[in-house]
């Protein structure tokens, strides 16, 4: 069995900005993704344990480790001041990259 | 781009102990979390390939690793004597963890 | 709190290898899996940005790292060649094993 390391990299977004992101990663050179609904919660404001929840998308991106530096720089300057978002990236190893 | 080191934690539970859980969270400093309703299936019992199967809820939370030990130590005596569940932890890279 | 390395495999297919997937990690020794549906895109065919959608599922599998160079053997020889399918892994910490 052969595998690649690659990189995952999970996007947590509003609604709103599904399918800007889906154009992103077209341009982005990711291998494949999938995208599924949750419902999410960060923090905002000062106070400790201060949650809101509401209906957010998740996204899973695999994508070569050059292509993600690229694709996390977009969405920070890009993404990042228009849209309510979280990504953040781990190190995978994959079995098959070629189709989904 | 910046990251940040710090800990995705996932957790699988019955749909009981979801509300139980948020509260847990809401308490544990994480920086926010998914999430999302899976079907499951775990070992029990002695015969191998004994996997019964039911709906669960799968939280992902984003937490810093000091946080983490504390939030998996809560997890490990208070919930898992309580409800069926299973909780794992990774290292991630975050590229913003302020909001969701 | 005491954690075991482990692995996590996630496996993304079409719908239709749901079932035979099921079957496979009854038989592979894994210690549980979630899963749940998913839209997911992939790359086909040589035009940079040409990825179709459609639905998928998504299993999240946590498995022994022995067990689960087995089970990505088997997927790669008996099931890639039949079926629309991506599958990786990461090494995670688990904090209970038994039970979904």
Known sequence: M?????RLV???CEALA????QALLKESGA???TVFPVEGAGTHGARTGDMAEFTNVQFEVIIRPDAAEALLDRLQVEFFPRFAMVAYESDVRVIREKKF
């Open 2 to 6: 052969k595998t690649h390391p690659t």
């Open 31 to 33: 291998a494949g993704y």
């Open 18 to 21: 599904r399918e800007p992101v």
């Open 10 to 12: 999970p996007i947590i």
